[in-house]
């Protein structure tokens, strides 16, 4: 077979989703180039700032790294702004959507809420409220994003921060996004990302 004969999904038979399936798994299996593609990508993307959107994630990750965050944390860092092409006005909930399948719960949280978090240094400026994130105190991941957004991405603007290229960062990717999606022995607590 290659391809279906079904036009609407509802009279496809058990054995054109099986091939489906197949194909899709096959497919899957290149995600991490994809996602590597997309960060290279953001090397000509959004300007005015000092670095472009591929050094701030690269930074992002390589201040993660250094501080001794594991995997999950890094990857997720270096992925945190893959958005801001296609989703600019909701860029976080799009990086998280990409790594929820394959990360602990509280890292999709941290870059779901990210945005919001980040807002702090410069919501004030528009006449918005930098402290929106409050609303988020009580969460158990509050203080992980205050400390993401602190200590990592706002601070990622440094054209002279020792910054390592994407090819340090691609066996971590590669790893990452090689897991079983969902695999509840990988994503442990799941937090709800609204």
Partial sequence: MDQVDFIRMKD?????????????????????????NALQGLATTLSGYKVNR???????????????????????ALIHDLGDDLAPYNHSQYAASIIRPYVRGEVAWVLHHHGLFQSF??????GGDRNERDRYKDHPCFQLCVD?????DQA????????????????????????KPFDPAVLG????LA
Wanted: contains cysteine.
């Fill in 12 to 36: 496809g038979s058990r054995e054109e989703y099986h091939f489906l399936e197949h194909l899709e798994s096959e497919f899957n299996k290149g995600l991490a180039d994809r996602i590597l």
């Fill in 54 to 76: 591929l050094d701030h994630s690269l930074q992002t990750a390589a201040r993660a790294e250094a501080d001794g965050a594991d995997e999950d944390m890094i990857v997720g």
């Fill in 121 to 126: 240094y410069y919501a004030h400026h528009f």
């Fill in 148 to 152: 993401f957004c602190e200590l990592w």
């Fill in 156 to 179: 990622s603007f440094d054209p002279n921060y020792p910054t390592p290229d994407l090819a340090h960062f691609t066996p971590m990717v590669r790893r990452i996004f090689a897991r």
């Fill in 189 to 192: 607590t799941e937090y709800s």
